[in-house]
T-cell receptor, first 113, second 115 residues
Framework: GENVEQHPSTLSVQEGDSAVIKCTYSDSASNYFPWYKQELGKRPQLIIDIRSNVGEKKDQRIAVTLNKTAKHFSLHITETQPEDSAVYFC????????????FGEGTQLTVNP | GAGVSQTPSNKVTEKGKYVELRCDPISGHTALYWYRQSLGQGPEFLIY????????DSGLPNDRFFAVRPEGSVSTLKIQRTERGDSAVYLC?????????????FGPGTRLTVT
């Protein structure tokens, strides 16, 4: 089955700096890659996603890139703010699996004021 | 509109007891998923419903776990003879459709503690 690895496990940046989180996946059939933000004690919230037919997607300060050949995708957050502090999860899914999500282990992002 | 809701938000039970966890998906969403999240880890897939049927239950850890969705909307996750290792946050998510890579929206979860 699918395996998703995520790194780093923790990331600390200064406010205004950029943050990058990277994930690799094992199943070449995976075609959907969402990113979730989870604050302590809260539900995972979808912040951005990308499908395998595109290489990059942006939404304001957040962007995701996908390299299908290398089977890795990354989350980029620019101009970080303290409210960006949370755990971020990447995930992958395939249509043939009913779009069940396989998650990475998460990255604890801390943005220091 | 209303998001995914789950009840109860917290459940404390004794080892060996039976528990039921409820999920109300977003109205009109045909796909419903259950995941389990242990402390410090990402959610792990348990079961997926397309309509009323369990299309994929390969993530259920053993036969103590069972889930239903009799009318294609609300779902109940049932755990028999609970064990301390079942303690986790149980998350439900719904999606417009199961096929075609549609976004999944999560509920707030039920925190299950088995003492």
């Amino acid at each position: 089955g699918e395996n998703v690895e995520q790194h780093p496990s923790t990331l600390s940046v200064q406010e205004g700096d950029s943050a990058v989180i990277k994930c690799t996946y094992s199943d070449s059939a995976s075609n959907y890659f969402p990113w979730y933000k989870q604050e302590l004690g809260k539900r995972p919230q979808l912040i951005i996603d990308i499908r395998s037919n595109v290489g990059e997607k942006k939404d304001q300060r957040i962007a995701v890139t996908l390299n299908k050949t290398a089977k890795h995708f990354s989350l980029h957050i620019t101009e970080t703010q303290p409210e960006d502090s949370a755990v971020y999860f990447c995930a992958a899914s395939t249509e043939t699996s009913g779009s069940r999500l396989t998650f990475g282990e998460g990255t604890q992002l801390t943005v220091n004021p | 509109g209303a998001g995914v809701s789950q009840t109860p938000s917290n459940k404390v039970t004794e080892k060996g007891k039976y528990v039921e966890l409820r999920c109300d998906p977003i109205s009109g969403h045909t796909a419903l998923y259950w995941y389990r999240q242990s402390l410090g880890q990402g959610p792990e897939f348990l079961i997926y419903f397309q309509g009323t049927g369990a299309a994929d239950d390969s993530g259920l850890p053993n036969d103590r776990f069972f889930a239903v969705r009799p009318e294609g909307s609300v779902s109940t996750l049932k755990i028999q003879r609970t064990e301390r290792g079942d303690s986790a946050v149980y998350l439900c998510a719904s999606s417009l459709h199961g096929q075609g890579s549609y976004e999944q929206y999560f509920g707030p979860g039920t925190r299950l503690t088995v003492t």
